[in-house]
């Protein structure tokens, strides 16, 4: 080359420090897709177990990959993806697992409801032997409650609840849905009243929900509907800042004679008139 620049290797270093994630675009290194591959044995053994943080320190002692958090949960989306199939295609089983729940538990409550377009809406699951449980031998308190979801699709899981003789959570029945609101709740508590039957002598326990409340007075209008004591204590703590409003209201539904409880509401009354009249507002 007789003209242009040249340039000379004066020294080689084998061991490189640089973190595979913050290389360039063009060099080659170990995608999300890649490390996927890697994963699927483990995750057929470990099913959903596996964390990113666990794959992150697998991947680094097995390969010597310094992995980003967001890759690892990428990788491991890829895995479940290959070893289960994708969660679009779960959706379409729902009915066949429906059908074979009933068949392996006979008396087992199932239901499904799809909109206009044949998409997901709610799903009601209640067990064959959790009814027979909660009609001979559980007490006739149930309940019910919400989580969200943290999947690809979000959503919500509905439970009803109650407590054996034992004080342990006895599973009642449970569902899925895509939001909660009174939509959704109406049409979980109207599988329950179908799955259940009649609810004569028994009460549901539940948050201060406003769709909670709009669907039992829908479903059913002449249960007596009850709040959790906990979440009323965190509504206080967090709206009334003063702790002995806290305590006072502690002391009221742990009374267990009306004089009691007239003494401690009426101290609150002095104390924060705005509490006072907040809680005689909830009702029953």
């Not at 591959?37 to 310094?66: A, F, T, W, Y």
């Not at 179908?194 to 002449?222: F, Q, T, W």
């Amino acid at each position: 080359m007789q003209k242009g620049e040249y340039w000379v290797v004066r020294m080689f270093l084998k061991d490189h420090t640089c973190n595979i994630d913050g290389l360039h675009a063009r060099h080659k290194q170990a995608n999300s897709w890649t490390v996927g591959e890697l994963l699927e044995p483990k995750l057929q053994v470990h099913d959903h177990s596996l964390k990113p943080k666990d794959i992150m320190v697998e991947m680094q002692v097995d390969h010597g990959l310094h992995l980003l958090y967001t890759k690892a949960w990428r990788a491991k989306d890829h895995a479940k993806a290959s070893v289960f199939g994708p969660p679009e295609k779960s959706f379409k089983l729902l009915l066949a697992y429906c059908h074979r729940l009933k068949e392996v538990n006979p008396g087992t409550i199932t239901a499904m409801k799809t909109n206009v377009a044949n998409q997901f809406e709610y799903l009601f699951i209640s067990h064959a032997a959790l009814l027979h449980g909660f009609h001979t031998v559980i007490r006739p308190a149930i309940a019910i409650d919400d989580t969200h979801l943290k999947g690809k699709f979000s959503g919500i899981m509905f439970v009803a609840i109650c407590l054996d003789a034992n004080n342990q959570v006895f599973p009642l029945a449970y569902g899925f849905g895509d939001v909660e609101d009174e939509m959704s709740w109406t049409w979980f508590l109207n599988e329950l009243k179908n799955a259940i039957s009649s609810l004569e002598d028994c009460m549901i326990i539940s948050d201060r929900h406003l769709g909670i409340k709009a669907a039992m007075e829908k479903v059913y209008p002449n249960v007596p509907h009850r709040y959790y004591v906990l979440h009323m204590a965190q509504n206080i703590k967090n709206d009334y800042k003063r702790k002995y409003v806290s305590l006072l209201f502690k002391q009221a539904w742990k009374a267990y004679r009306k004089s009691n409880l007239k003494e401690v509401m009426l101290e609150m009354m002095k104390v924060n008139r705005v509490a006072f009249e907040d809680l005689m507002n909830v009702g029953p």
